[in-house]
């Protein structure tokens, strides 16, 4: 069983999954590359029980409650679409999961799922300020 435990931590500082729980509030940067457009850079803001992302590309910016399922896994759920200036018009009844599965100093990786789409998407995500 100590072994066990002692191969688990190994794998979980390899991975920097320890690194979770500082992500938990911050702020930070994520780039999607658009085919035939230029690129959309979303800045969040994470403050634990809410998160306030902002796409100044499409005048949008939203706030959505936190939900931790466990030290590396989150729920996003929309709460209020702040500012919409080009009429996106976000399906407020969206919960978006992201799974951390990479932390560096620089950045860290997520995997997100959303109720409405099949599709997984795997993004970096730039940390700004922890």
Request: hydrophobic share 40%; glycine share 6%.
């Amino acid at each position: 069983m100590k072994l066990l435990i002692l191969v688990f931590m190994t794998f979980s500082w390899l991975l920097g999954l320890d690194e979770c729980n500082s992500l938990k509030t911050g702020v930070f940067k994520m780039t999607n590359e658009v085919e035939g457009s230029a690129p959309i850079t979303s800045v969040i803001e994470r403050t634990g029980e809410f998160q306030y992302e902002r796409v100044k590309e499409l005048g949008l910016e939203i706030k959505y409650k936190v939900e931790w399922v466990n030290d590396c896994t989150y729920k996003l759920v929309w709460l209020e679409t702040i500012k919409d200036e080009n009429n996106f018009g976000y399906p407020t009844n969206q919960i978006i999961t992201n799974t951390i599965t990479e932390v560096t100093p620089e950045y860290y990786i997520i995997i997100s799922s959303s109720n409405l789409f099949e599709e997984k998407f795997e993004g970096k995500v730039e940390i700004v300020k922890r």
